[in-house]
C-alpha cells in the first residue's frame, strides 16, 4: 500500500528524535482505521512497549465523541495504572499521562477523533512514542503531525479486495461486471466490503445480479448496507456534525445536475452571497462530504451524492431555477465576449451577479469547465419543466459548440431544446442540428434539417432564420459538391441579410461564396469574395468569420501561387485560433501551412505542419483535416527522398 510506504519513509527521516505524529483522514469507509492499524503492525518491532488503541467516538452512531479527561482516563488505565490511581482532574491525568509515555516506546493509535482539540491533550510531550491518528477531518490544528488524506482506492486495488472477500475465482469468471460493481461502489473499501460480502452469503448470485441492483441511482444506498454497517449510516454521521446553514447547502447541492461546480452556481442553489456558499463549502469539504479536485471547484463522491440527493426531496424548485438563470446568463456573458457579433441573436438576460469575464482567454476557461454540466442541466431542465432555460442554452452555446467540435455534446443540446420547442424555436433547433450534422459530414441529415428550419421560417416570416437556413443549407451544398445549388443559396442569403441588416449572415455568406468559387476553381474571385467577408466581419466585430476568412484568403493565394503570401494568412488564422476558441480552424491552418510550405519547396517544414494538424485533426476527430493531414504527410515524405 502507497500510503504505509510513504508514512514509514517520513518517520525513518524524523530518527526518533521527536514525538512522531501521524494525521490520516478521509471519507467515511474510506479505511482510515485500517491503514492506521497496518502501519502499527508494521512498526510492532521498532516500538516493544507496546501499542495503544482508543477509539474516540468521533464519528460513532448512538455516541458521543469522548471528552479528553475520559479518554485520559482510558488511555491512563490500559497503560497499566491501576484505576484507584487515575486522578479525578482532566489536568492531572494529561500530566500522569505524559509521564507513564516518557519512559516508553509505544504506539498510540488514536481513532475517529472529531477534531484537533479532542487530540491535543492526549499527545505524549517527550520523544519516544509514534502516535497515528484518524479522522474525517484535517487535523491542522495539531502541531508538527504529517497529514495524510486518503483517497478512494484505484480500480485495480478496488477489484483485488473484492477478489479477496468474493473469491478470486468469480472476479475472473465476470471482469467486466466486477470492474462495474467496484465502480458502482465509488471505489470506496467500505461499500466493496458490504458488498462483496453479500455476494459471498448469496453462492447463486452472479456478480452481475448485483451490479443490475446497484445500477438504480436511487436505490443504491439501501443495497450498500448489511446487517450492522451502511454506506449511508456513516455519511449521516458527518451531515449530522455540520452547522445548520452548511446541512442546508448540503441538501440543496443534492439537487444539483451536473458533474461538479464553481462558487456561483452552489450560491445560485442556496440563494446566499458568493461568499457566504464559500464558507460552507469548504466547511462541507473539511467534513469529507464534499471533494475539492482544483481551486475554486467542488464535487461529490457517488455514494455521498446519492445520499445528498436522498436529502433534497423537499428542497424547493426556486433553487434549481436560480441555478438555471445563473448558468444561462454566465454563458451568456461568455460567449458574447467570444463572438460578440452574434450578441444580437442570444437570449436578452441581465447581466450575472457574478464579476465578468476579464478576456476572452478567461470567458474561454469557464465553457470549457462548465460545458459538460451546461449540457447535463438542459437534459435536466427539459424532463422537469424548465423549457426557457433549454431554448437559451441552445441558442446560446450552438456556435462555441461547433468551433470546439464538442459535436456529441451539441447533438444533445439541441436535440433537447427540440423536444421543448414550439413555433419559431423548432425552426432554429433544427438549424442548429443541421449545423452539427453537416460538420460530422452527415450532408443528407444535415440537409433535411436545414430544409425544415427554413420551411417554418418562411411559414413565421422569420427572415433573419430564412437567411441562417439559407447560409447553412449553401455550405451544405459546397460539401457535397452541388456548386451551382451551394451559390444560388449563399447568394439568396446575401440579399436577404442586405435586407434585413443582418451583419453576421453577410459575412458567414461571403465566407461561403469564396469556398463556393475556390472549388470551382475561379481562385481570382474566391479572393476577392474573402476579402469581403474579412471587410465585414471586421466591421461588426466578428472575429470568428474574421479568422477564417484569413485561411480562405491563403487558400486561394496558394492556389494562385502566392505561396509566401498564403502562408502568413495562414499563420494569422492560426494565432486567432486560440483566441476564439476554435480547434477546428487549428487544424486547417496547420494543414494550409503546410501545402504552402510543400509548394514552396520546403518539405521539411511541411511535414511538421501536417503532423501537428493530424495531431489536432484525431483529438476532435474532424473527418475531414484528418485525411487532409495523411495525404500531405505521404507529399511531403516523399518530397524528402
Given at each position: 500500500?502507497?500510503?504505509?510506504?510513504?508514512?514509514?519513509?517520513?518517520?525513518?527521516?524524523?530518527?526518533?528524535?521527536?514525538?512522531?505524529?501521524?494525521?490520516?483522514?478521509?471519507?467515511?469507509?474510506?479505511?482510515?482505521?485500517?491503514?492506521?492499524?497496518?502501519?502499527?503492525?508494521?512498526?510492532?518491532?521498532?516500538?516493544?512497549?507496546?501499542q495503544l488503541?482508543?477509539?474516540?467516538g468521533?464519528?460513532?452512531?448512538?455516541?458521543?465523541?469522548?471528552?479528553?479527561?475520559?479518554?485520559?482516563?482510558?488511555?491512563?488505565?490500559?497503560?497499566?495504572?491501576a484505576?484507584?490511581?487515575?486522578?479525578?482532574?482532566?489536568?492531572?491525568?494529561?500530566?500522569?499521562?505524559?509521564?507513564?509515555?516518557?519512559r516508553?516506546?509505544?504506539v498510540?493509535?488514536?481513532d475517529?477523533?472529531?477534531?484537533?482539540a479532542?487530540?491535543?491533550?492526549l499527545?505524549?510531550?517527550?520523544?519516544?512514542?509514534?502516535?497515528?491518528?484518524?479522522?474525517?477531518?484535517?487535523?491542522?490544528?495539531?502541531?508538527?503531525?504529517?497529514?495524510?488524506?486518503?483517497?478512494?482506492?484505484?480500480?485495480?486495488?478496488?477489484?483485488?479486495?473484492?477478489?479477496?472477500?468474493?473469491?478470486r475465482?468469480?472476479?475472473?469468471?465476470?471482469?467486466?461486471?466486477?470492474?462495474?460493481?467496484?465502480?458502482?461502489?465509488?471505489?470506496?473499501?467500505?461499500?466493496i466490503?458490504?458488498?462483496?460480502?453479500?455476494?459471498?452469503?448469496?453462492?447463486?448470485w452472479?456478480?452481475?445480479?448485483?451490479?443490475?441492483?446497484?445500477?438504480?441511482e436511487?436505490?443504491?444506498?439501501?443495497?450498500?448496507?448489511?446487517?450492522?454497517?451502511?454506506v449511508?449510516?456513516?455519511?449521516?454521521?458527518?451531515?449530522?456534525?455540520?452547522?445548520?446553514?452548511?446541512?442546508a447547502?448540503?441538501r440543496?447541492?443534492?439537487?444539483?445536475?451536473?458533474?461538479?461546480?464553481?462558487?456561483?452556481?452552489?450560491a445560485?442553489?442556496?440563494?446566499?452571497?458568493?461568499?457566504?456558499?464559500?464558507?460552507l463549502?469548504?466547511?462541507?469539504?473539511?467534513?469529507?462530504?464534499?471533494?475539492?479536485?482544483?481551486?475554486?471547484?467542488?464535487?461529490?463522491?457517488?455514494?455521498?451524492?446519492?445520499?445528498?440527493?436522498?436529502?433534497?426531496?423537499?428542497?424547493?424548485?426556486?433553487?434549481?431555477t436560480?441555478l438555471?438563470?445563473?448558468?444561462?446568463?454566465?454563458?451568456?456573458?461568455?460567449t458574447?465576449?467570444?463572438?460578440?457579433?452574434?450578441?444580437?441573436?442570444?437570449p436578452?438576460?441581465?447581466?450575472?451577479?457574478?464579476?465578468?469575464?476579464?478576456?476572452?482567454?478567461?470567458?474561454?476557461?469557464?465553457?470549457?469547465?462548465?460545458?459538460v454540466?451546461l449540457?447535463?442541466?438542459?437534459?435536466?431542465?427539459?424532463?422537469?419543466?424548465?423549457?426557457?432555460?433549454?431554448?437559451?442554452?441552445?441558442?446560446?452555446?450552438?456556435?462555441?459548440?461547433?468551433?470546439?467540435?464538442e459535436?456529441?455534446?451539441?447533438?444533445?443540446?439541441?436535440?433537447?431544446?427540440?423536444?421543448v420547442?414550439?413555433g419559431?424555436?423548432?425552426g432554429?433547433?433544427?438549424?442548429?442540428?443541421?449545423?452539427?450534422?453537416?460538420?460530422l459530414?452527415?450532408?443528407?441529415?444535415?440537409?433535411?434539417?436545414?430544409?425544415?428550419?427554413l420551411?417554418?421560417a418562411?411559414?413565421?416570416?422569420?427572415?433573419?432564420g430564412?437567411?441562417?437556413?439559407?447560409?447553412?443549407?449553401?455550405?451544405?451544398?459546397?460539401?457535397?459538391?452541388?456548386?451551382?445549388?451551394?451559390?444560388?443559396?449563399?447568394?439568396?442569403?446575401?440579399?436577404?441579410?442586405?435586407?434585413?441588416?443582418?451583419?453576421?449572415?453577410?459575412?458567414?455568406?461571403?465566407?461561403?461564396?469564396?469556398?463556393?468559387?475556390?472549388?470551382?476553381?475561379?481562385?481570382v474571385?474566391?479572393?476577392d469574395?474573402?476579402h469581403?467577408?474579412?471587410?465585414?466581419?471586421?466591421?461588426c466585430?466578428?472575429?470568428?468569420?474574421?479568422?477564417?476568412?484569413?485561411?480562405?484568403?491563403?487558400?486561394?493565394?496558394?492556389?494562385?501561387?502566392?505561396?509566401?503570401?498564403?502562408?502568413?494568412?495562414?499563420?494569422?488564422?492560426?494565432?486567432?485560433?486560440?483566441?476564439?476558441?476554435?480547434?477546428?480552424?487549428?487544424?486547417?491552418?496547420?494543414?494550409?501551412l503546410g501545402?504552402a510550405?510543400?509548394?514552396?519547396?520546403?518539405?521539411?517544414?511541411?511535414?511538421?505542419?501536417h503532423?501537428?494538424?493530424?495531431?489536432?485533426?484525431?483529438?476532435?476527430?474532424?473527418?475531414?483535416?484528418?485525411?487532409?493531414?495523411?495525404?500531405?504527410?505521404?507529399?511531403?515524405?516523399r518530397?524528402?527522398?
Open positions: 500500500m502507497g500510503e504505509v510506504e510513504s508514512l514509514l519513509a517520513g518517520l525513518a527521516r524524523d530518527g526518533g528524535t521527536a514525538v512522531v505524529i501521524s494525521a490520516i483522514d478521509g471519507m467515511g469507509g474510506i479505511g482510515k482505521t485500517t491503514l492506521a492499524l497496518r502501519l502499527a503492525h508494521r512498526l510492532a518491532a521498532e516500538y516493544p512497549d507496546g488503541f482508543l477509539d474516540l468521533g464519528h460513532t452512531p448512538g455516541q458521543l465523541p469522548l471528552e479528553p479527561g475520559v479518554a485520559l482516563g482510558r488511555l491512563l488505565r490500559a497503560a497499566g495504572v484505576a484507584e490511581q487515575v486522578p479525578v482532574d482532566a489536568g492531572e491525568r494529561a500530566a500522569l499521562w505524559r509521564a507513564v509515555l516518557a516508553r516506546r509505544v498510540l493509535v488514536l475517529n477523533a472529531l477534531d484537533s479532542q487530540v491535543r491533550p499527545l505524549p510531550g517527550t520523544p519516544g512514542a509514534l502516535v497515528l491518528i484518524t479522522s474525517r477531518r484535517g487535523l491542522t490544528g495539531v502541531d508538527g503531525a504529517t497529514l495524510l488524506t486518503l483517497d478512494v482506492l484505484p480500480p485495480g486495488d478496488a477489484i483485488a479486495l473484492l477478489g479477496r472477500i468474493v473469491g475465482d468469480r472476479v475472473v469468471r465476470e471482469p467486466v461486471a466486477s470492474a462495474e460493481l467496484v465502480a458502482l461502489c465509488g471505489f470506496l473499501p467500505l461499500a466490503r458490504i458488498a462483496g460480502n453479500r455476494l459471498r452469503r448469496r453462492t447463486r452472479r456478480v452481475a445480479d448485483l451490479v443490475e441492483r446497484l445500477r438504480d436511487c436505490g443504491r444506498l439501501a443495497e450498500l448496507a448489511s446487517e450492522d454497517r451502511a449511508e449510516a456513516v455519511f449521516a454521521l458527518s451531515y449530522q456534525h455540520l452547522r445548520a446553514p452548511a446541512r447547502l448540503f440543496r447541492l443534492g439537487l444539483y445536475p451536473g458533474v461538479d461546480l464553481e462558487v456561483g452556481a452552489a445560485a442553489l442556496s440563494g446566499a452571497s458568493g461568499a457566504e456558499t464559500l464558507v463549502l469548504e466547511e462541507l469539504v473539511d467534513h469529507q462530504l464534499l471533494q475539492q479536485p482544483e481551486v475554486g471547484r467542488y464535487r461529490f463522491h457517488d455514494l455521498v451524492r446519492a445520499y445528498a440527493a436522498k436529502l433534497a426531496g423537499g428542497e424547493p424548485r426556486s433553487a434549481l436560480r438555471f438563470d445563473h448558468q444561462s446568463r454566465m454563458a451568456v456573458a461568455a458574447d465576449l467570444v463572438g460578440p457579433a452574434e450578441k444580437h441573436g442570444r436578452g438576460l441581465p447581466s450575472p451577479a457574478e464579476p465578468g469575464f476579464a478576456d476572452q482567454a478567461a470567458a474561454l476557461s469557464w465553457l470549457a469547465q462548465e460545458r454540466n449540457v447535463c442541466g438542459a437534459g435536466f431542465a427539459a424532463r422537469f419543466g424548465w423549457p426557457r432555460h433549454v431554448r437559451d442554452l441552445s441558442t446560446t452555446l450552438a456556435r462555441y459548440l461547433n468551433s470546439r467540435a459535436h456529441e455534446d451539441a447533438l444533445t443540446l439541441h436535440n433537447h431544446a427540440l423536444d420547442a414550439t419559431m424555436d423548432r432554429h433547433a433544427w438549424h442548429d442540428l443541421g449545423r452539427v450534422r453537416w460538420r459530414g452527415h450532408y443528407r441529415e444535415a440537409a433535411e434539417l436545414l430544409d425544415c428550419a420551411a417554418i418562411q411559414e413565421m416570416d422569420d427572415r433573419v430564412q437567411c441562417r437556413a439559407l447560409v447553412g443549407l449553401g455550405y451544405n451544398h459546397w460539401r457535397t459538391g452541388e456548386l451551382a445549388a451551394a451559390e444560388d443559396h449563399l447568394t439568396r442569403a446575401l440579399a436577404l441579410a442586405g435586407e434585413t441588416g443582418d451583419e453576421l449572415s453577410r459575412c458567414h455568406a461571403e465566407h461561403g461564396l469564396g469556398y463556393t468559387c475556390w472549388s470551382q476553381g475561379r481562385h474571385q474566391a479572393l469574395w474573402q469581403r467577408a474579412l471587410a465585414s466581419s471586421r466591421r466585430g466578428e472575429a470568428i468569420v474574421e479568422a477564417h476568412a484569413q485561411y480562405g484568403i491563403g487558400l486561394a493565394q496558394c492556389r494562385l501561387g502566392s505561396h509566401e503570401q498564403a502562408s502568413e494568412h495562414f499563420r494569422q488564422a492560426l494565432a486567432s485560433a486560440p483566441l476564439i476558441g476554435d480547434r477546428v480552424l487549428e487544424a486547417r491552418a496547420r494543414n494550409g501545402e510550405a510543400l509548394a514552396a519547396g520546403r518539405p521539411a517544414e511541411a511535414l511538421r505542419h503532423q501537428r494538424a493530424l495531431v489536432v485533426a484525431e483529438q476532435i476527430a474532424d473527418h475531414l483535416e484528418r485525411p487532409r493531414a495523411e495525404f500531405g504527410l505521404g507529399q511531403a515524405s518530397a524528402l527522398v
